[in-house]
Structure formats: C-alpha cells, structure tokens
Nanobody, 128 residues
Framework: QVQLVESGGGLVQAGGSLRLSCTAS????????MGWFRQAPGEEREFVGV?????????YYADSVKGRFTISRDNAENTVYLQMNSLKPEDTAVYYC????????????????????WGQGTQVTVSS
C-alpha cells in the first residue's frame, strides 16, 4: 500500500520560511517523480513544483513561487522536501505531495490528474 505523509506545515509570519517534508512508503521511491500542489479555501488545487527526475535534474515551479520555493529529495530516506522562503499570505493553503512514474518525463507535469498517489496534505498559514 502506497502512502505519502506530509509534515512541517504550520503558522508563520509573512517573510518567514517553512520546510515541508513528504515521506513515501510502499513504492520504489527513485522510480517516481515527486510534485507539490496546494489548495486554498474555495480554490482549485494548483501546481507548485515538481522534480521530474530521480535526482533533482529537472525542476519546474509555478511562476508564483519561482525563486522562493525549492524542491529537493533524499532517495535514501524516501523523502521529498519543499523549502519555502519569503512566504506571503497568498501562500496560505493545504499543501499536498504527489507521485507519478518517472517515465512521464516532463509531460504535463502541472496536471494533477497525471499523479497516481497523493498525501493527505499539511496546512500552511501565512499571517500578514
């Protein structure tokens, strides 16, 4: 049974930082591309960023987070991270990690439907 478990969310002031973690089990971690999405209240789930390779060689980010958020992964720990700096109130959302086969490459990386597995989400709240 595949499980993705996020952690690290919380309340932070604008301008602050948080690091989210997502630990996977039940799958061959290095065979999966790991992405992050978020969903604010009343909004649709949106793409945040993805590492489409097993080693950080191909990273894509939403324009809204580019330069502030960074994805990294530790294959030995089956964990992907989302380092979030210079947080803004509009970053407030539930953040989800997701996994899809690495064989997708960079095709449709921002499409949530292309991801096979999802975590339960972790709340990030940024106060102004």
């Amino acid at each position: 049974q595949v499980q993705l478990v996020e952690s690290g969310g919380g309340l932070v002031q604008a301008g602050g930082s948080l690091r989210l973690s997502c630990t996977a089990s039940g799958l061959t971690f290095s065979a999966y591309a790991m992405g992050w999405f978020r969903q604010a209240p009343g909004e649709e789930r949106e793409f945040v960023g993805v590492d489409t390779t097993r080693n950080g060689g191909s990273l894509y980010y939403a324009d809204s987070v580019k330069g502030r958020f960074t994805i990294s992964r530790d294959n030995a720990e089956n964990t992907v991270y989302l380092q979030m700096n210079s947080l803004k109130p509009e970053d407030t959302a539930v953040y989800y990690c997701a996994a899809r086969s690495i064989w997708y490459g960079s095709r449709n990386y921002a499409t949530s439907g292309s991801y096979a597995y999802w975590g339960q989400g972790t709340q990030v709240t940024v106060s102004s």
